[in-house]
């Protein structure tokens, strides 16, 4: 699931907190006004950016002067965007508005009442997690002479990318399979508002937002592709050099080029894990 960069004004995180909404709202308009007025700017934009270089002879007065009569709503509407989408500050207070909102309990509504049962039957609850690590021989069994037992050599690197690596990446395996399951939780903590933000935070607050589930599904993906792209530079590494000092000889900038893209990938894998949700509304 992409994730949403909130640190500057953009469409997917306008369209994830229904920012022309919330504008509507403040503004005391009815839903889409703000909307209208943006896609108004836009085509006026557009059609009078043809005749000047880059557009920079557009001019917002000559947009209102040509709304006003028909729709000052408009107008009001385009002023709360000025302040609050192109605005840094206005930005980052809508922003938190909107999160604060989304996880305050006060504003969660937990599903209806229903007398169907959720209580687990813990007889019939799995005591283990059912994990299964891959079945890889951590020994390596080539030629180890010319190194006095230090396996760092072409046919190790080939080892390493084939069994070990191609025993954890691609379909079928560990990283794609976990990610697999993970659709299938779905937690029911309870009909209260702590409890919704608590499963909320787990499974997602929207359709943008996937929660720590989907941060985890990402993650696994991309550590899927990142390792992936590791395998394919270790065996292009191996191909090209055929003996150990060839490989003790390969400089710091040619190691480089060839593992770039797959080390830019690995260290792309910090970015999960930063999702904090406080169920006490502060």
Request: proline letters at 4%.
């Amino acid at each position: 699931m992409a994730r949403i960069d909130w640190g500057y004004p953009n469409d997917k995180a306008i369209s994830a907190m229904n920012a022309y909404g919330m504008g509507d709202a403040v503004i005391g308009k009815p839903e889409g006004t703000t909307q209208a007025a943006y896609d108004s700017w836009m085509a006026y934009y557009h059609e009078h950016g043809r005749n000047s270089r880059y557009g920079t002879g557009v001019n917002l007065e000559g947009w209102k002067n040509q709304v006003r009569a028909e729709h000052p709503e408009w107008i009001e509407a385009r002023e709360w965007y000025d302040k609050n989408i192109l605005d840094t500050d206005g930005w980052k207070n809508l922003v938190k508005t909107y999160k604060d909102r989304i996880t305050d309990p006060s504003n969660v509504k937990p599903p209806a009442f229903t007398d169907q049962s959720d209580w687990i039957d813990e007889s019939k609850t799995p005591k283990n997690s059912g994990f299964k690590p891959p079945a890889i021989d951590p020994t390596f069994k080539g030629d180890t002479a010319s190194t006095s037992g230090v396996a760092v050599n072409t046919a190790a690197l080939k080892w390493f990318a084939e069994d070990v690596l191609g025993s954890i990446t691609g379909a079928g395996n560990i990283l794609l399979t976990t990610a697999d399951k993970l659709s299938a939780i779905d937690p029911r903590p309870g009909a209260f508002a702590r409890a919704e933000v608590l499963r909320q935070a787990i499974v997602g607050a929207t359709a943008q937002d996937g929660g720590v589930k989907g941060d985890m599904k990402d993650m696994l993906v991309n550590m899927n592709t990142a390792l992936l792209a590791v395998q394919t530079a270790l065996l292009k590494m191996a191909t090209e050099y055929e003996n150990l000092e060839e490989l003790n000889a390969l400089t710091t900038d040619k190691l480089s080029e060839i593992m770039g893209d797959s080390f830019n990938g690995l260290d792309n894998l910090k970015t999960y894990g930063q999702k904090v949700v406080k169920t006490d509304g502060n």
